[in-house]
């Protein structure tokens, strides 16, 4: 697609996404598929389900069950057959009461050839995103053009084989290009994560956040103080967090806490996802993990044999309790504690959100891209770069964790170095000219600098699961 005519089509999407929209005869009762939720040149569709049926679109995939990806799927849904992990599969005929009939659970890691697309090849690739979470890369001929966009393969018909991999949402790391799937492959379209496609969005990788958040529940249980330290000087980095309680009141608050005594830990999430943070301090603490029975059949379906072990219905046997992300916060985390009056001599509330950083003014916002990899990779994160947020008290403690399962600026920049890509499409944050700008100029930075590293190498990565 020349840049005019990708340009166009943008134009296009954003008509179409016109938010006073109403069903009626003229405009056949159903909101136009932008041209990024249909593949181009195959009858498939991706994360697509509020278009309804889609003309030509024969087969319908879902990425991962969260509610931005599945909108308008429901028990009426009668528009084909949806493909998807089988967790997902799971989910949302649990969640949502989607008909067996339709659904279609496809193994990982396997080359599957999907019914009625003209031959095309699905292989599923964890996204390291929430449970079921996964990448599509999809392998075949251009045969049709389906979809409502105005704008035509020229390729359809061709005997070029095609190879497109949708990220749906992902947390971008190097087991995603070693795969062996994608692992030296060229790959003509990348449909990208991009929530985070901004330098200001460089967050700790994620293993080590849940470690330091396992670390420190282990400390606190213990009575041990949070942030006694390494040779005596606090590893707090500058940068990395902005809660942090630096006034003495503060350090008297953490004095009266380092008491021993049964301490409640509550992890707060919403929906699906941050199953891992929970595991790791249920392990840490070698306790259960309780929560409602609601939140417990969701987690069941799930697929995580190591999860349903820790589950308990029991709230006392359980050391760690998950609850939705809003009562972590102070005056509603007493409430909860308090039913479980005299139990607990203190509560520890974790809660992972995305990021909350805002970028100091006069920083670097257009850090060239051997910088936002060197100083990404010189900065770590452990469990004293966890602070009590400032309404704290002794028996009371909220952490705010930085924990996002979306990749940060610096792993989709990493992503995009040490992958053979021909075409980068932007799935995230679309909706308006200025940012789609943005992000494209963020795409021809890391084009040229590919290039300049002589083609697609992997970047030099500190660990197995993250750059
Ligand atoms: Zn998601």
Redesign the pocket.
């Known amino acids: 697609m020349t840049s005019y005519k990708e340009n166009e089509a943008w134009k296009e999407a954003s008509a179409v996404e016109d938010r006073n929209f109403r069903p009626t005869k003229a405009n056949g009762g159903r909101r136009k598929a932008p041209f990024y939720k249909v593949l181009q040149g195959m009858p498939i569709a991706v994360d697509a389900f509020r278009y309804g049926t889609i003309p030509n679109v024969t087969a319908y995939f879902l990425t ?1 069950a ?1 509610s931005d ?1 599945y909108t308008n799927l429901s028990a009426n849904w009668k528009s084909g057959p949806i493909y998807c992990s089988e967790g997902t599969a799971n989910l949302i005929k649990h969640m949502l009461g989607v008909d067996s009939k339709w659904v279609h659970p496809l193994p990982m890691d396997t080359p599957i050839t999907i019914p009625n697309t003209g031959g095309v090849q699905v292989t599923l690739i964890e996204a390291n ?2 449970p079921g ?1 996964c990448l599509f890369l999809f392998e075949g001929k251009q045969t049709v053009n389906a979809g409502d966009s105005a704008y035509k393969s020229p390729y359809v018909g061709s005997a070029k084989v095609f190879r497109y991999l949708h990220c749906g ?1 992902f947390r971008a790391s190097p087991q995603h290009v070693l795969h062996p799937a994608i692992k030296g492959k060229r790959i003509d379209h990348v449909y990208l994560d991009t929530t985070y496609l901004d330098p200001k969005y460089c967050f700790p990788p994620q293993p080590q956040v849940i470690s330091a958040c396992a670390e420190l529940a282990k400390r606190l249980a213990q009575g041990r103080p949070p942030d006694d330290t390494q040779g005596g000087k606090p590893r707090t980095m500058a940068g990395w967090f902005t809660r942090v309680d630096k006034s003495d009141k503060g350090k008297e608050k953490a004095k009266e806490s380092d008491a021993p005594g049964k301490t409640l830990f509550v992890v707060g999430t919403y929906s699906i996802g941050k199953e891992r943070i929970v595991k790791a301090i249920a392990k840490a603490l070698d306790t259960k993990v309780y929560c409602d029975s609601r939140k417990a059949a969701i987690l069941r379906c799930e697929n995580d044999p190591e999860l349903d072990a820790m589950l308990t219905t029991d709230p006392l046997a359980g050391g760690v309790h998950l609850v939705p992300l809003g009562v972590i916060a102070s005056d509603r985390l007493k409430q909860y504690v308090d039913r479980w009056k005299g139990r607990y001599s203190k509560v520890i509330g974790f809660r992972p959100t995305g990021w909350t950083y805002t970028q100091p003014s006069g920083s670097d916002n257009l850090p060239s891209i051997p910088t936002v990899i060197s100083r990404s990779q010189s900065r770590s994160f452990n469990y004293a770069n966890l602070q009590p947020m400032r309404n704290s008290t002794s028996t009371l403690q909220v952490y705010g964790v930085p924990y996002s ?1 979306h990749s940060s600026f610096f792993e989709l920049t990493c992503f995009a170095l040490s992958l053979d890509w021909g075409r980068m499409i932007a799935t995230v944050n679309v909706g308006s000219e200025t940012s789609r700008g943005k992000m494209g100029k963020w795409v021809e930075r890391w084009e040229a600098e590919r290039k300049k590293r002589g083609g697609a190498k992997i970047v030099e990565h500190r660990a197995e699961d993250y750059w």
Do not use: A, W
């Open positions: 991962h969260h990806h995103h929430c979470s949402d399962e």
